[in-house]
Nanobody, 128 residues
Framework: VQLVESGGDVVQPGGSLRLSCVAS????????IGWFRQAPGKEREGVSA????????YYSDAVKGRFTISTDNAKNTVYLQMNDLKPEDTAVYYC??????????????????????WGRGTQVTVSS
């Protein structure tokens, strides 16, 4: 079971990026998937999540209206489209998977949980 993130880059404020999370060893849409981020000196925070089979999504208040989570089952990939990026979005972004939507969504909302799989992260830097 492996998750690999990509798509991080340096972008100016107001710019856009699309992060990808590719799964291997399991079928992604059978799992709930979440995006988390951790900025230097700060705790990891949940950003967005999608339930198994994609019926339910979650966005933190910090990104609501700017970020969109989506899935491509054929590519076994989950995306995070990030628009109108702000300097405070600078962080390492991680994707994570869990067979339980309840557990995964609790995790992105801030409850300490143990998730089935984590990626290694991709760096997003928003700077002028």
């Amino acid at each position: 079971v492996q998750l690999v993130e990509s798509g991080g880059d340096v972008v100016q404020p107001g710019g856009s990026l699309r992060l990808s999370c590719v799964a291997s060893g399991f079928t992604l849409h059978h799992y709930a998937i979440g995006w988390f981020r951790q900025a230097p000196g700060k705790e990891r925070e949940g950003v967005s999540a999608v339930s198994e089979y994609g019926g339910k999504t979650y966005y933190s208040d910090a990104v609501k209206g700017r970020f969109t989570i989506s899935t491509d089952n054929a590519k076994n990939t989950v995306y995070l489209q990030m628009n109108d990026l702000k300097p405070e979005d600078t962080a390492v972004y991680y994707c994570a998977a869990d067979r339980s939507t309840t557990v995964l969504f609790d995790g992105v909302r801030g409850t300490p949980v143990s998730l089935d799989a984590w990626g290694r992260g991709t760096q997003v830097t928003v700077s002028s």
